[in-house]
């Protein structure tokens, strides 16, 4: 018995790997809303980053782990916060440091530690 249960846990590891495969990028609207509630913060509204800031901007770090990926995150990330009227670079910048982020997107420089020269990102 023992002998036929093991290649079947086995198969059954391979079919749900294979069905849930590799987790999809994060789209743009995925990004914006991720970090949505960091708004308050970096409009100066709040004196400190929310909790569910901090959760968001990891998640979307944690979600974009690759170069490409992280390119496109600090693309969207310019194009939405040059939007956002009142919006202060210099809370943008600090946000990684109060969130004690031990990673970064690192796009220098645009919402946080991702925008102004997404071109030129030194992400890798």
Request: overall charge positive; proline content about 7%.
């Amino acid at each position: 018995m023992k002998s036929v249960f093991v290649p079947f846990l086995c198969l059954v590891a391979v079919l749900v790997v294979t069905a849930i495969g590799p987790p999809k990028p994060l789209t743009c609207e995925q990004t914006q809303f991720l970090v949505k509630p960091c708004l308050d913060f970096v409009t100066d509204k709040t004196t400190a980053p929310s909790i569910s800031c901090c959760q968001g901007l990891n998640e979307v770090i944690v979600l974009s782990p690759t170069k490409d990926e992280r390119l496109f995150v600090c693309k969207c990330l310019k194009e939405e916060g040059s939007q956002i009227p009142n919006l202060d670079l210099g809370r943008t910048k600090s946000l990684p440091k109060l969130c004690n982020l031990s990673k970064t997107l690192d796009c220098d420089r645009g919402w946080g530690f991702l925008w102004t020269e997404c071109d030129k990102t030194k992400i890798g």
